[in-house]
């Protein structure tokens, strides 16, 4: 009776610490399936959060590429600008000085602001 009353302690001991440990493991697999979706759910942030940067990275890149496109435009228009201007105004001066030339040959007074820039004097007071 004795090796009953021991088998039936043993087993009794054996089957609440098997108890115990079934407990404990439902225990952590609960707590991993909780963190396995606060883990999903940090996740499914994250990969949002990843589509709005990269949203946002897109739109940033297309304007940083439209900016240096109206930069570049903009360069090349002032140079250009700046190259065509300088013969138009070699031809206007001559166009002037033409034309003050006529006016003179034919006995005109210029005004003295002609005279002086594109002569270096005021031809209308010669006397002075």
């Given at each position: 009776?004795?090796?009953?009353?021991?088998?039936?302690?043993?087993?009794?001991?054996?089957?609440?610490?098997?108890?115990?440990?079934?407990?404990?493991?439902?225990?952590?697999?609960?707590?991993?399936?909780?963190?396995?979706?606060?883990?999903?759910?940090?996740?499914?942030?994250?990969?949002?959060?990843?589509?709005?940067?990269?949203?946002?990275?897109?739109?940033?890149?297309?304007?940083?590429?439209?900016?240096?496109?109206?930069?570049?435009?903009?360069?090349?228009?002032?140079?250009?600008?700046?190259?065509?201007?300088?013969?138009?105004?070699?031809?206007?001066?001559?166009?002037?000085?033409?034309?003050?030339?006529?006016?003179?040959?034919?006995?005109?007074?210029l005004p003295s602001d002609i005279t002086y820039h594109y002569f270096g004097k005021d031809q209308n007071n010669k006397d002075k």
């Amino acid at each position: 009776m004795k090796d009953l009353i021991d088998e039936n302690e043993i087993s009794e001991n054996v089957y609440d610490k098997v108890a115990q440990a079934v407990a404990r493991l439902n225990n952590a697999k609960e707590n991993a399936e909780n963190i396995s979706q606060k883990l999903q759910h940090q996740l499914d942030e994250y990969k949002e959060r990843q589509r709005s940067l990269e949203r946002i990275q897109t739109t940033l890149t297309s304007g940083l590429i439209g900016a240096l496109v109206t930069a570049f435009v903009a360069i090349v228009t002032a140079v250009l600008s700046v190259l065509r201007s300088k013969p138009e105004r070699d031809l206007k001066r001559l166009a002037v000085i033409e034309k003050s030339q006529q006016l003179l040959a034919s006995g005109a007074k210029l005004p003295s602001d002609i005279t002086y820039h594109y002569f270096g004097k005021d031809q209308n007071n010669k006397d002075k």
